[in-house]
Nanobody, 123 residues
Framework: VQLQASGGGLAQTGGSLRLSCAAS????????MGWFRQAPGKEREFVAS????????SYADSVKGRFTASRDNVKNTVYLQMNSLKPEDTAVYFC?????????????????WGQGTQVTVSS
């Protein structure tokens, strides 16, 4: 199984970035997908999730209203649209695949992880 995250980079405060995560080696449509992030010196934290049918999306309070998760089960890709970026959004962003069910915020519910992509937001 491979999860390849891309789309990170440098943005200004108030700007936007779109992250992508291409999956291979698994039946993508059968997995819940999550986005997590880890800032230097901090624990990895939940950002967003989208259920396997894309029927349910969930967000951390810190990104609610600014970030949107979506997926394309034909392209085996999950996306994270990030708008109104803030310096505190600076982190390495990871995509993950698992069967999270109702505990979508828990890291241990995700079996597979991508390598991460750096997002840096300047003030």
């Amino acid at each position: 199984v491979q999860l390849q995250a891309s789309g990170g980079g440098l943005a200004q405060t108030g700007g936007s970035l779109r992250l992508s995560c291409a999956a291979s080696g698994l039946t993508f449509s059968g997995y819940d997908m999550g986005w997590f992030r880890q800032a230097p010196g901090k624990e990895r934290e939940f950002v967003a999730s989208i259920s396997w049918r894309a029927a349910i999306t969930s967000y951390a309070d810190s990104v609610k209203g600014r970030f949107t998760a979506s997926r394309d089960n034909v392209k085996n890709t999950v996306y994270l649209q990030m708008n109104s970026l803030k310096p505190e959004d600076t982190a390495v962003y990871f995509c993950a695949a698992g069967h999270a069910g109702s505990t979508w915020w828990r890291r241990e519910r995700y079996s597979y992880w991508g390598q991460g992509t750096q997002v840096t937001v300047s003030s």
